[in-house]
């Protein structure tokens, strides 16, 4: 894949809901600057193996390792668990996520919303926060809602102000659960733009998403899940322009129109 180091590695995952398999050994590996997509149908797993990476979600079997460093567990199977609280903790606070439905805190104006977690969890200092914060809403273009209350905002504008929120805890990756997928198309773009500009900076991403342009402009890797394995991956230019799976070849033509 690439001589950089891996910041996102996960090997032969398991993940069940009672008796039903939705990840049956799943390999994945981000690199550092890596944009890593994942596409396929619904219910194929993606959005489930992003959740398992951030450890939203419990694995039955199979390894995560992030940044070199292994997560510890207790158990085995449906009891398999993390073992150390203080390890989640600091993973969790490096790998940030974006979700579909923005998650904003309704009560919270869009700079306290960007704010709140590295002054809670961090533990910053508020004032250098808030500069940062700042500079966050700027880079996504909405400076000028930092005083404005979530409700106010259009959903291309909530999604923006969700990802200065997961910039400002300064993760070592960031992982993105379809967020295009609630928003008008001409919203969509807005996003899109925001993403493909992190991209270009050079940012470790791990993107689910349904928009295949996008999934062919940003990423370094692309990979094709279905019914919990993978079926294909590659650079895009390969799957994209010359995908070798029927099942990968049908997909494709279904989500042309």
């Known amino acids: 894949m690439s001589n950089r180091p891996p910041v996102i590695e996960i090997r032969a995952l398991h993940k ?5 398999d939705v990840l049956r050994g799943v390999d994945l590996t981000a690199c550092q600057g890596e944009v890593v997509s994942l596409i396929g149908s619904s219910g194929s797993g993606k959005s489930t193996l992003l959740r398992c990476a951030n450890l939203l979600e419990d694995s039955q079997a199979g390894e995560i390792l992030f940044c070199q460093e292994p997560v510890t567990w207790r158990g085995s199977g449906h009891a398999r668990r993390p073992a150390d609280a203080a390890q989640i903790t600091r993973i969790r606070t490096n790998l940030s996520m974006v979700f579909q439905s923005f998650n904003l805190w309704s009560h919270l104006t869009i700079l306290q919303n960007v704010m709140e977690a590295p002054v809670q969890v961090l533990k910053r200092d508020p004032a250098e926060v808030e500069a940062k914060a700042r500079d966050y809403l700027a880079k996504v273009g909405i400076a000028d809602k ?22 400002a805890m300064e993760p070592k990756a960031l992982l993105f659960d379809e967020p295009t997928s609630a928003l008008d198309p001409e919203l969509e773009q807005e996003v899109v733009k925001v993403i493909k500009a992190l991209a270009e900076e050079g940012r470790t991403m791990v993107i689910v998403t349904h928009d295949m342009k996008l999934a062919a402009d940003v990423s370094d890797h692309v990979i094709f899940l279905h019914q919990g394995k993978i079926e294909e991956e590659g650079p895009p230019a390969d799957l994209f322009g010359s995908p070798k799976s029927e099942r990968l070849r049908g997909f494709l033509a279904a989500t042309a129109h």
């Open 16 to 20: 069940a809901y009672g008796p039903l």
């Open 146 to 167: 930092a005083d404005a209350w979530p409700a106010q905002l259009s959903g291309g504008q909530q999604q923006r102000a969700a990802i200065a929120r997961a910039l």
